[in-house]
């Protein structure tokens, strides 16, 4: 199901991804050189693998991830506004990651803490919406709203206890999202998780499609909307999930990289929904490069991907405004 | 037995009922009308036999209970068609019309080549061809519904059900939909159920016709039968007063033509 343009567009998406990752691979505090590292310099081998590759393919996969997750929420909520957000995860992975830092020590403990609080508030949202027999996506809109409302108050109340110093700091820290800190070490469960729900997201495009059509209509045409839409949701919330724990939450490349790969294709083929990952990939690599690289201390991702994305949208309306 | 029987059908919203206790068949082969005033219950009538909503009352087709069918073998046996289609995203004419083959696929599966080119002949008999790669938005309502109408001939049921397929057509188009689910009824084993707006596409092209009013049964009627005083006494009650006539066009074809008094 490509068109000819589409695979263009996919060939282009994987190149820029590709280069930006390999920028990535060589930008940061720690100087890395082909050279020394062809000549087996072990210092520079031990940065290259444990903190650039995976800091790289963290960047990578998880943009890719949210561009895609972004591409199912806006379609299956049939709301173009469609996000995360809309169900309550990225309040929920806050509000776990503010609990993680203040009650545990751990190593580790915040991604975990966070993926408890993403998963938590996903399963309280997609069980209160399952109370409305009617099953209507509407209701987990409203159901995703309340559980954002009552994680936010959760995360306020935890910010109060926290110590200004340092606590408060790192949960400011941690939701404005960043790839620092990511090493070989702690990522291992969460991209796999992440992959998986991937792979299992792009073989059901079709029927992600037919959920975006009425209720009644897509039930006729043989979709088991209820739980159809319960799976297919749940799973690319849960790659959301995996990638959010890690980073903390990264704004915006969930919105913009499908509709960028809507302006770009047209259309709304699997070949668009690859567009959308490629293009989140490529946003969030090139903001994390922008945020080791522009001030001497790291800056929150979150700021670059706000930067350049919105021009870059901005661009797109003025290009398809213009065509008509 | 009759192909399609209704029995007790009694619907609602929100526990209002607005279709109370209807009870009516269908033949083998049958164009069946609803007509109705706005309001009437049309829609929730075909709602609830389609199973969108929940009923009290039974379905009956070949037999079959669709009550007790799993969603998968309902959406084989009948198709839906509504007053206007959902679609709110960017998406190919030709890719509307393949969705009409979801029941026959696998969760995993893509449409095959075969159904491809059966998309396409469907598209060519409601004189949409060379729209294929068209954006489905793009298109004006009454193309969307030929568009939907082709999507549905694909699913190969055996219960049509239409809600107010003709509305958003043009003159010409209003005939051409009617026309093609009379030469799609000529193969045995199938039936609609069709909502219609205009009178005279009711009393030309339907082989029975079922009058509904605030919610009940006023009466049927089959137009190449009945007389006309008869049928006047029971489109009266929806319409007013009325009066009925056949008209010989210059072909030779006899038609029924209502007028308001």
């Not at chain 1, 199912?72 to 309550?88: H, S």
């Not at chain 1, 994390?288 to 949208?313: C, H, K, N, Y």
């Not at chain 2, 298109?139 to 568009?147: I, P």
Request: charged share 15%.
């Amino acid at each position: 199901m490509f068109t000819v343009k589409t695979k263009t567009l996919c060939v282009m998406g994987i190149i820029l991804l590709a280069a930006l990752a390999a920028v990535s691979l060589f930008v940061g505090k720690y100087p890395l050189s082909i050279k020394e590292l062809l000549s087996g310099n072990e210092l520079q081998r031990r940065v290259f693998w444990t903190l650039r590759a995976s800091r790289t393919y963290v960047g990578a996969i998880g943009g890719f991830a949210l561009g895609t997750a972004g591409f199912v929420y806006q379609t299956v909520f049939r709301n173009p506004l469609a996000a995360p957000d809309v169900i309550g995860v990225s309040s929920g992975a806050s509000a776990g990651a503010a609990a993680g830092i203040l009650f545990l020590s751990e190593a580790g403990a915040v991604t975990v803490s966070s993926f408890a609080g993403a998963l938590l508030a996903v399963v309280v949202v997609l069980g209160l919406s399952a109370l409305d027999r009617s099953g209507k996506s509407n209701t987990i809109v409203l159901a995703g709203i309340a559980v954002h409302a009552l994680a936010q108050t959760i995360l306020m109340c935890l910010k109060l206890t926290a110590d200004p110093e340092r606590q408060l700091a790192s949960i400011e820290y941690w939701i404005m999202g960043s790839l620092n800190g990511i090493n070989s070490y702690s990522i291992g469960g969460n991209i796999l998780l992440c992959l998986l729900c991937l792979g299992i997201l792009f073989p059901l495009h079709r029927q992600i499609i037919l959920l975006s059509g009425e209720e009644g209509e897509s039930r006729m045409l043989g979709v088991n909307v209820g739980s159809l839409r319960l799976f297919v949701l749940l799973t690319a919330t849960l790659a959301v999930s995996s990638v959010v724990s890690l980073t903390g939450l990264i704004s915006f490349i969930g919105l913009l990289a499908p509709h960028g790969a809507r302006l770009l294709t047209k259309d709304n083929r699997q070949g668009t929904m690859l567009l959308s990952g490629l293009l989140g990939g490529s946003l969030l690599i090139g903001a994390d490069i922008l945020a080791r690289s522009v001030a001497a201390s790291e800056l929150p991702v979150s700021i670059f991907t706000s930067l350049l994305g919105a021009p870059f949208l901005i661009l797109l309306i003025y290009r398809s405004a213009k065509k008509l | 037995m009759s192909f399609f029987t209704a029995t007790n059908i009694s619907a609602g919203y929100d526990g209002k009922p607005i279709v109370e206790r209807l009870s009516f068949f269908v033949d083998d082969g049958c164009l069946f009308g609803i007509l109705g005033a706005n309001g009437s219950g049309k829609t929730t009538l075909l709602k609830a036999v389609c199973g969108i909503l929940p009923h009290a009352g039974s379905c009956v087709l070949e037999g079959e209970m669709l009550e007790k069918m799993s969603p998968r073998k309902l959406s084989r046996c009948c198709s839906y068609i509504p007053q206007r289609s959902g679609i709110s995203i960017d998406i190919s004419v030709l890719d509307v019309v393949l969705m009409g083959f979801n029941p026959w696929l696998g969760l995993l599966e893509h449409p095959s080549a075969a159904m491809k080119e059966e998309g396409h002949r469907a598209l060519g008999l409601v004189g949409l061809e060379g729209k294929e790669e068209n954006n489905y938005l793009t298109l004006s309502e009454g193309q969307k519904q030929l568009c939907i109408l082709a999507r549905t001939l694909c699913g190969k049921a055996k219960l049509l059900l239409l809600d107010e397929p003709e509305s958003a057509l043009d003159f010409r188009f209003r005939f051409r939909m009617l026309e093609i689910l009379q030469i799609w009824l000529s193969d045995s084993g199938k039936a609609a159920l069709v909502t219609l707006h205009d009178p005279y596409l009711a009393l030309n092209y339907c082989d029975r016709l079922l009058l509904l009013s605030e919610g009940k049964i006023l009466g049927t009627i089959c137009p190449k039968t009945d007389s006309l005083d008869q049928m006047e006494k029971l489109l009266d009650q929806i319409y007013g007063k009325i009066s009925l006539s056949r008209l010989t066009d210059r072909s030779g074809r006899e038609h029924i033509v209502m007028l308001k008094e």
